[in-house]
Structure formats: structure tokens, C-alpha cells
């Protein structure tokens, strides 16, 4: 996979696909990639295609002009299509949805985070499975320091990807962390950090590994993982057992096994 730069459009959205990985832009540079309706509809859009097609096996959230996202446009939030409670929630819940579909969907996402990941920006972090940082990237909750709350997903997520001291320290502070401090073992936020110059070999290796590996496969154990968090120890046990029975029985499996007797490389089917 090469990850460009490519000249910036006038659509807030970008979308790529490449050696299997479906990259999507977000591409309001000019205001940090802030997230209005637009953004955030085409964004669930891009979502939805690179789900539904089987030439993508993970997924690449970046943002144009060397930053991720610093959440909500606040311009937006002050509009007067946001005065009611009704279209504050209407909002809410469409956030709500596009990034609970990221991290429900059969295939890997991992964030790439450049510049700012804060509000809303922090929240799309937060929803992708994994996160690979720029060491001098700044990332946080923010919301307390505007009196606001987020509704997409940090009181349910953040504390199972770090525990809850550590979830309410960022929640209730509004404390920022470079992406160094959130790859570390204190903090657990982000799955490793680079130097900038080395962010995208960083990144392309990791996700080398994640499509190399057998789509149907990838697709049971992930959401084998996310059901896990939240079921009884008897449950797992035989949710764990049907998984590896369906996993079995697959042709990958089948193609696994005799690409390691026969010394040569898998060609998945992801069937």
C-alpha cells in the first residue's frame, strides 16, 4: 500500500483502494478535518462501500493537511440547526451509528493519526480497532474543556481499551497526550507511535501483516472479540467453540493448511 498526499478537492470525504486496503480521507483540511454533515454522510457512505466490497481487507481512516480530526465543527454546533434537542440528538446518533458500523464491521480499521485527535476525532480513534500515531501527535477526549459531552462512544469504549482510572483521567481533565505517550503501556490508546518521517513504512507494514492474513478469518475472530467484552465466561466458552468449528471448516483454513505442507504462500478465497 503507498499512502499519498494527493492535491486536496473540494469534497470533504476522499476514498482510495490499493493493495486491498480501502484508505478514507477525511479532507477539510483548512479547519483540521472538523466533522459537519456533509463529512460525516459521505464518510458512513465510504464506510458502507468498502464493507460491502470483497476486494477490501482493512480499512484507513487519515486525514488531509498532516492532521487527523479536532471532532465537531464547532461552527456547526452553534448553528441554529442544532437549537433543539431533537437535531442535537439527531446528530448524536447518526455519529453514533458510523462509528459503531467501524467498529462492528467484519474487516480491520486502524486510525492513522497525524497532528490533532481530539473531540470527535478522538472518538473515531477510539472506534477503530487499531491506532498508529505520529509521536508529536496530540490526542484527548477534549470535551470538558468546551462543556461538552461526547456521544459516540468514550463512556463504552474507553474504558475497556484502558481501564477506567486511566478513561476517566483523559475524560475528566481534558488532558492531551502526545501519540508516543498514547502507544505506551501506560496508556494503551494507540498501538504504536513513529517518528514522522517513518509513519507511513510504520503503518504499511502493519498493515501488510493484517492482509496477508485470511479475510474470513480475520472477520470471525474480530467479532468474536468484540462479542467477548460483554458476555459471561459459559457464553465465551461456546461462543469460542463455534467460532473455531466455523474458522475449521472454512475453505482459508483448508488453503492454510496446504500452503504450509506444500511450502508456498496462502492465496486466500476469504470463504
Not at 456547526?76 to 453514533?96: D, I, K, P
Not at 501527535?137 to 462512544?153: E, N, P, S, T, V
Not at 466458552?237 to 472454512?250: D, G, L
Request: charged share 25%.
Amino acid at each position: 500500500m503507498t499512502i499519498t498526499d494527493a492535491p486536496i478537492d473540494t469534497e470533504p470525504i476522499q476514498y482510495e483502494v490499493a493493495d486491498h486496503v480501502a484508505t478514507i480521507w477525511l479532507n477539510r483540511p483548512h479547519i483540521k478535518n472538523a466533522v459537519n454533515w456533509a463529512l460525516l454522510s459521505q464518510m458512513a457512505t465510504r464506510i458502507d462501500e468498502a464493507a460491502a466490497d470483497p476486494d477490501v481487507r482493512a480499512v484507513v481512516f487519515r486525514g488531509r493537511g498532516h492532521t487527523f480530526c479536532a471532532g465537531a465543527d464547532l461552527n456547526m454546533l452553534s448553528s441554529e440547526h442544532l437549537g433543539t434537542s431533537r437535531e442535537s440528538l439527531r446528530l448524536a446518533n447518526f455519529s453514533a451509528k458510523t462509528y459503531n458500523t467501524i467498529q462492528t464491521m467484519d474487516k480491520p480499521t486502524i486510525a492513522v493519526v497525524e497532528g490533532h485527535a481530539v473531540a470527535g476525532g478522538f472518538e473515531l480513534l477510539i472506534s477503530t480497532d487499531f491506532a498508529i500515531a505520529e509521536d508529536d501527535a496530540r490526542i484527548g477526549d477534549f470535551h470538558i474543556r468546551r462543556a461538552l459531552f461526547g456521544g459516540c462512544g468514550p463512556i463504552y469504549r474507553l474504558p475497556r481499551i484502558m481501564g477506567l482510572r486511566k478513561a476517566k483521567e483523559l475524560m475528566l481533565t481534558g488532558k492531551l497526550l502526545t501519540g508516543r505517550e498514547a502507544a505506551s503501556a501506560e496508556w494503551n490508546l494507540c498501538n504504536a507511535s513513529a517518528p514522522a518521517d517513518r509513519l507511513d513504512e510504520v503503518v504499511d507494514a502493519f498493515v501488510s501483516q493484517l492482509t496477508s492474513l485470511s479475510p474470513f478469518c480475520m472477520k470471525i475472530t474480530k467479532n468474536t472479540l468484540n462479542r467477548g467484552l460483554d458476555a459471561d465466561q459459559e457464553s465465551l466458552i461456546v461462543m469460542e467453540q463455534m467460532a473455531c468449528n466455523v474458522c475449521h471448516n472454512s475453505n482459508d483454513a483448508r488453503e492454510g493448511v496446504a500452503a504450509f505442507l506444500e511450502k508456498r504462500d496462502p492465496v486466500w478465497t476469504g470463504t
